[in-house]
């Protein structure tokens, strides 16, 4: 659903929804020794680079800043 070929910025806000959402609709039930693992696997197949001194449970996307 996302246009490759002419993002914008409203791309962006529909892929950081997504993986905030798969982060607590799949990740939310894993036991805290396998967050790991599926957080390393999204950030993967994401192919975004997010960085943070926290894990990706920990992190927002602010709609407001879009980032």
Same mark, same amino acid.
């Given at each position: 659903?996302?246009?490759?070929?002419?993002?914008?910025?409203?791309? $962006?806000?529909?892929?950081? #929804?997504?993986?905030?959402?798969?982060?607590?609709?799949?990740?939310?039930? /894993?036991?805290?020794?396998?967050?790991?693992?599926?957080?390393? #696997?999204?950030?993967?197949i994401s192919g975004r680079v997010i960085?943070?001194?926290? #894990?990706?449970? $920990? /992190?927002?996307? $602010?709609?407001?800043? /879009?980032?």
């Open positions: 659903m996302i246009n490759e070929e002419e993002p914008s910025e409203d791309s $962006d806000v529909i892929e950081f #929804t997504f993986i905030f959402a798969l982060i607590w609709s799949l990740g939310g039930c /894993l036991k805290p020794e396998s967050r790991k693992k599926f957080e390393d #696997t999204l950030k993967k960085n943070s001194p926290s #894990t990706m449970y $920990d /992190l927002f996307y $602010d709609y407001k800043d /879009l980032k």
